[in-house]
């Protein structure tokens, strides 16, 4: 079955400072992997995916994961964090028609 | 990116009466589309799948008779929450994509908040 964990329920940063957020997946076949944002009371936005090709993905917003296959990993980085990243981020992986969400990670920005 | 409009942002209804929500794919015909909840500082969970023109097909656990979802044009699905109670307040999510697989970037509304009195 697939499943997405996400170890850090939250998350603070300085302004400005670098940005990771993990993701660990599993799945019994090669994965789409997704992260997405939410603001609150809000939808969620794509901010980045990969399919296939190079494991380095460059999203929106200046955010970039990279797709870890042996630590079955995808984590998400941006250098620098502005405050208007605060939000929560998710993760997900798809296969077929469906995606599976991990649990979140709710970013805080510090000024 | 395409537009998925969902309509009411937030409900407040009573008890025993029953709410619909509204889906729209705005600028793109939607093949399928994804009907989520999510629990307070939770995650979303897959409700149910629709394809147009066809039964929904609902996630286990979800009842059906509770959930119904109607997806009877590329642009519109909805899912009524019928005889709501307060355990069925929620964050009701919907996503779009123009196909069936999830290769295709799927696109979520803003969100519709219930609270069920």
């Known amino acids: 079955a697939q499943s997405v964990t996400q170890p850090d329920i939250h998350i603070t940063v300085s302004e400005g400072a670098s940005l990771e957020l993990r993701c660990n997946y599993s799945?019994?076949?090669?994965?789409?992997l997704f992260w997405y944002v939410q603001s609150p009371g809000q939808g969620l936005q794509l901010l980045l995916k990969?399919?296939?090709?190079?494991?380095l993905v460059q999203g929106i917003k200046g955010f970039e994961a990279e797709f870890k296959r042996s630590q079955s990993s995808f984590n998400l980085r941006k250098p620098s964090v502005h405050w208007s990243d605060a939000a929560e981020y998710f993760c997900?992986?798809?296969?077929?028609?469906?995606?599976?969400f991990g649990a979140g990670t709710i970013l805080r920005v510090k000024s | 990116g395409a537009v998925v409009s969902q309509h009411p942002s937030w409900v407040i209804c009573k008890s025993g009466t029953s709410v619909k929500i509204e889906c729209r794919s705005l600028?793109?015909?939607?093949?399928?589309m994804f009907w989520y909840r999510q629990f307070p500082k939770q995650s979303l969970m897959l409700m149910a799948t629709?394809?147009?023109?066809?039964?929904?097909?609902?996630e286990q656990g979800v009842e059906k008779d509770k959930f119904l979802i109607n997806h009877a044009s590329l642009t519109l699905s909805t899912l009524t929450v019928t005889s709501a109670h307060p355990e069925d307040s929620s964050f009701y999510i919907c996503?779009?994509?123009?196909?069936?697989?999830?290769?295709?970037?799927?696109?979520f509304g803003q969100g519709t908040r219930l609270t069920v009195v």
């Open positions: 997900a992986v798809g296969g077929g028609n469906k995606l599976v």
């Open positions: 996503s779009a994509t123009s196909t069936g697989t999830v290769n295709t970037e799927a696109f």
């Open positions: 600028d793109f015909q939607a093949t399928t």
């Open positions: 990969y399919f296939s090709g190079d494991t």
């Open positions: 799945y019994g076949a090669t994965p789409y």
């Open positions: 629709s394809n147009e023109g066809s039964k929904a097909t609902y």
